[in-house]
């Protein structure tokens, strides 16, 4: 069943004209359950709870902006994804969404593995305690110290995604005296249905070995020719915040005729195959993301088809959701500073956050909701705008919003569907220190990581 992707960037071929604005729900005070963590809900008084907790509570004891994370939620979801892809697959958390080293713990204890993209986040993973043979390193320019330290770790895998690479890992597990497991970046030429700037397996752009022109073959040559690797499969990912799984059988179709070409020339059939992650969720109650057991369904019967129809021995299948897992767990909390009636057009509702906790809006035209959640009220919706402190004029949270007319000064609103790309994109723009991670569970609040200070900043600037 073909769905629409969500406009992680602006909607392909749905733009609506400007001044056209969705109507506002019809109960401004409700928590639809499409977009907010599974223990959010009102508590008698009107204010939201999250994990048992008022968000009065936690905006007094933690400051905001904060990231207030579901653990209940998170670990669910981690359950959900590895119970529909059962023990014949594999399920690596994608921890360029969000990592700590908390997050590490869960996902050990949860029984997922875990996909790193740099030396920090294998680092992390490190010191977090994840057994290295389930960590797996991606990266289109890996440095070689970063090479050195998965190999000599003993990653699970390493995905190969330049020539170049592959002679650089061979040399390095060669001159450690190891055998490294790789595997193989292929760019399948799909286009997937999403933003530009996320979307990664059509030709012209950066990440691995095309199959058109050949170099995805000559890699698997290189590859082979080594004997410090050993070749377990092809990797594959077409994009991101995608909720049709056309451009997946697409690529398994292109992948699969890959394996069965490889198995012509070299007499291997390699037994891994890899379709990354990407998967979209819910960031308004407009989206309508699939489950981890249709996914795991579709993806599975697609590799299987394939397969059978190329004579192949079905491959172990590897998936890589991130933002699937975390991004609906958790949420942010932020204060109203000023509310600025434009008569005619808008409120802009200013709040002491903005882009340097959250870049997407004005990254890639995110959309996302936002609700009053100090209390509950019985104003009229306005249509609002909800930006930040920054001084850009293009610090925007929520673009278009419907907020109680009644919205003031002090109140709390809470952003969510921030898990993921959020913290891991922060930065310290205008020298604001980035709000901490907030875990909550059973009524109990702890920091994962904690808030940045102006000593924090200070500290760095040695000159």
């Known amino acids: 069943m073909s769905r629409s992707a969500h406009p992680a960037g602006p909607r392909h071929a749905d733009v609506l004209p400007e001044g ?35 968000v009065r509570a936690l905006a ?7 990231y207030i994370l579901d653990e ?12 529909a892809f059962g023990p014949d697959a594999d399920v690596f958390y994608a921890g360029k969404a969000f990592l700590c080293r908390a997050v590490v713990r869960w996902l050990h204890e949860e029984g997922l593995n875990l996909d790193v993209c740099s030396g920090g986040e294998l680092a992390t993973a490190l010191a977090a305690g994840m057994p290295a043979d389930r960590i797996a390193l991606h990266g289109n320019n890996k440095s070689a110290a970063e090479i050195e330290r998965a190999v000599e770790a003993g990653v699970g895998r390493i995905v190969l995604d330049s020539l170049q690479e592959i002679d650089r890992v061979a040399e390095t597990a060669r001159g450690l005296g190891r055998r490294q497991r790789v595997q193989i970046r292929v760019t399948v030429g799909v286009e997937a249905h999403t933003h530009e700037f996320i979307a990664t397996a059509h030709e012209d752009q950066k990440f691995g070995l095309a199959l058109a022109g050949g170099q995805a073959a000559e890699g698997v040559r290189r590859a082979l020719a080594h004997d410090s690797l050993e070749l377990i499969g092809i990797h594959s990912h077409i994009g991101s915040q995608i909720f049709d799984t ?25 037994p891994e195959i890899d379709l990354g992650g ?37 491959p172990r299948l590897s998936v890589e959701p991130g933002r699937a897992i975390v991004g609906p767990t958790a949420v942010t909390v ?15 509702v200013s709040v002491d956050g903005g882009m340097s906790d959250n870049i997407r809006t004005a990254l890639y035209d995110a959309e996302y909701c936002v609700s009053l959640v100090s209390r509950t009220s019985e104003a009229p919706p306005m ?25 003031a000064v002090g109140d709390l609103l809470a952003v969510p569907a921030t898990g993921a790309y959020c913290r891991s994109m922060a930065s ?36």
């Open 383 to 407: 249509l609002s705008r909800v930006v930040g402190k920054h001084c850009e004029s293009g610090d925007i949270v929520v673009r278009d919003a419907h907020l109680p007319a009644d919205t």
């Open 246 to 270: 056309a451009g997946f059988e697409v690529a398994a179709h292109r992948v699969v005729g890959l394996l069965s070409a490889i198995r012509d020339e070299h007499g291997v059939e390699l």
């Open 428 to 463: 310290n723009y205008n020298h604001v220190p980035r709000p901490p991670v907030v875990a909550v569970k059973d009524g109990q609040a702890r920091v994962l990581v904690r808030r940045e200070t102006e000593e924090d900043l200070l500290r760095l600037d040695v000159g």
């Open 20 to 54: 056209h604005y969705s109507p506002p729900p019809t109960d401004l005070n409700a928590l639809d359950a499409r977009v907010w963590p599974h223990t959010a809900t009102r508590a008698a008084d009107g204010a939201m709870t999250l994990g048992g907790i008022d």
């Open 72 to 83: 209940t939620d998170f670990r669910d979801r981690c359950r959900a994804w590895r119970e």
């Open 278 to 314: 990407g998967l979209g969720i819910a960031y308004t109650p407009a989206d309508d993301p699939r489950e981890p057991h249709e996914i795991a369904r579709a993806l599975g019967d697609i590799v299987t088809r394939e397969c059978e129809s190329a004579g192949l021995r079905r």
């Open 60 to 66: 007094e004891e933690f400051g905001t902006p904060a």
């Open 334 to 348: 932020y204060e109203v500073g000023t509310t600025k009636e434009l008569p005619g057009l808008r409120t802009y």
